[in-house]
């Protein structure tokens, strides 16, 4: 066995909070219908794509693992609600899911004693899914920035139409937005980021000669049909700037759009609070495809 160390560096990840997952367990039925109409897949298919593998060959597989979801108490502590969130998650993909039931080190040492294949587990900066068969560790950041870019392209073709070759407007350089870029490129698409923080937006530019800064939010929204959310700041989309062919992917907690906006997107608007990022994680640690 290989003992990995892992040394945080910085904040990777928005904090949640119970009032917006408490009632992701009850709709997951809801989730898969709300996809469908916005990408012609539902969550299993949307995280199997992001994952880079073919959800037929998978929905076979999953019954075979067992999955654990430990809670960690370490910095602001354990969020009510979220590791029966995540575990709702993982048992609507159809993976046999638990949490474990001590938090932090011995909970680990439960995962191992209850024979889990996979054990999920956030703290305040990193929220890993980890594969012991494989030796896979998924981070959900990209994840969450694969399966809302997948989600983002899939709703174009959807429509007939592709990424490839096509302005996408990024917003936000967290964690997610940055590697959503990434995800992006691999698909062909012309990148174009804005954020907030301009020094690291010309930073981030700099070193991806083919991402183009945008200096204004509301010139730039005027210029792409395709949008990737990722800033978490509330009423930055207004109604008027939502162009009427736009797609927003939006993993950002809180979302982007104004009430007027959201009312308007309909079925172009594709968000959610956790499910997406999990489902990728979770079919990612499976996949052999994924590099």
């Not at 594969?131 to 994840?143: E, G, M, P, R, T």
């Not at 997610?176 to 870029?181: E, I, K, Q, Y």
């Not at 906006?261 to 079919?283: C, E, N, Q, T, Y």
Request: glycine content about 8%.
């Amino acid at each position: 066995m290989t003992l990995i160390l892992l040394k945080w560096v910085k904040p990777g990840m928005t904090r949640l909070y119970y009032d917006i997952i408490k009632d992701i367990p009850d709709s997951m039925e809801n989730l898969d219908k709300s996809l469908a109409e916005s990408t012609g897949l539902n969550l299993f298919e949307l995280a199997a794509r992001a994952a880079g593998t073919d959800s037929r060959r998978l929905s076979g597989e999953v019954g075979k693992y067992t999955a654990a979801v430990v809670p960690i108490t370490s910095g602001k502590g354990i969020i009510t609600g979220f590791s029966e969130a995540v575990s709702a998650i993982l048992c609507h993909l159809g993976f046999a899911a638990h949490i474990t039931g001590e938090p932090d080190v011995a909970g680990i040492g439960e995962v191992f004693n209850c024979g889990a294949d996979i054990f999920f587990a956030a703290d305040d900066r990193k929220f890993l899914a980890v594969n012991l068969k494989n030796s896979i560790i998924v981070d959900n950041s990209q994840a969450t920035a694969a399966g809302f870019v997948h989600a983002l392209a899939a709703a174009a073709e959807h429509k007939g139409k592709q990424l490839k070759g096509q302005p996408v407007l990024v917003i936000g350089l967290g964690p997610v937005g940055s590697h959503a870029v990434y995800e992006l490129e691999r698909l062909g698409a012309r990148v174009r980021v804005f954020d907030t923080d301009t020094e690291k937006m010309n930073r981030f530019s700099s070193l991806h000669g083919s991402v183009t800064p945008v200096s204004s939010l509301a010139e730039a929204l005027l210029e792409t049909d395709y949008v990737l959310d990722a800033a978490p700041a509330p009423d930055i989309v207004t109604g008027e700037q939502l162009r009427p062919e736009m797609v927003v992917s939006c993993p950002g907690v809180p979302h982007g759009l104004t009430a007027e906006a959201l009312a308007d997107a309909g079925s172009r608007f594709i968000h959610d609070k956790l499910p997406l990022g999990v489902a990728v994680m979770a079919l990612r640690s499976i996949s052999n495809t994924w590099v």
